[in-house]
């Protein structure tokens, strides 16, 4: 099956993108397909670079970056919230700081519609 993910929770804070990451495992464990995985809402914190995990705290930057890495994922943010959210990168940005993590795109609900209208399921978190 074809799904795509969709996430609102934050990075931290909440359970929610945890787990949606979880999810993402184990359906790749169980050979399904993960079309996209897209971040809108608070869940576009999940892509900052800045943000820091204690050391004895779950990287969950770093976890969804080796996930999208090793299955050739696209982890795409809605562009309008991560704006809103002070996420961005050199295109967006209004000076030349930016803070989306490696591996992160900034794309519209265009893309995201044409995923889900693709897909099998679409799951939310």
Same mark, same amino acid.
């Given at each position: 099956?074809?799904?795509?993910?969709?996430?609102?929770?934050?990075?931290?804070?909440?359970?929610?993108?945890?787990?949606?990451?979880?999810?993402?495992?184990?359906?790749?464990?169980?050979?399904?397909?993960?079309?996209?995985?897209?971040?809108?809402?608070?869940?576009?914190?999940?892509?900052?670079?800045?943000?820091?995990?204690?050391?004895?705290?779950?990287? @969950?930057?770093?976890?969804?970056?080796?996930?999208?890495? @090793?299955?050739?994922?696209?982890?795409?943010?809605?562009?309008?919230?991560?704006?809103?959210?002070?996420?961005?990168?050199?295109?967006?940005?209004?000076?030349?700081?930016?803070?989306?993590?490696?591996?992160?795109?900034?794309?519209?609900?265009?893309?995201?519609?044409?995923?889900? @209208?693709?897909?099998?399921? @679409?799951?939310?978190?």
């Amino acid at each position: 099956m074809d799904y795509v993910l969709a996430i609102k929770s934050p990075v931290y804070g909440a359970q929610g993108a945890y787990l949606a990451y979880q999810v993402a495992e184990t359906l790749l464990e169980a050979k399904h397909n993960i079309k996209q995985i897209f971040f809108f809402q608070d869940g576009t914190t999940n892509a900052n670079v800045l943000v820091n995990p204690a050391s004895d705290e779950i990287n @969950l930057l770093e976890k969804w970056q080796n996930l999208a890495q @090793l299955h050739g994922l696209p982890l795409l943010l809605c562009i309008s919230a991560a704006q809103r959210r002070g996420i961005v990168d050199h295109q967006t940005s209004k000076t030349q700081q930016t803070n989306l993590a490696n591996g992160f795109i900034l794309a519209g609900l265009g893309e995201f519609s044409q995923a889900v @209208l693709r897909a099998d399921r @679409l799951l939310t978190f």
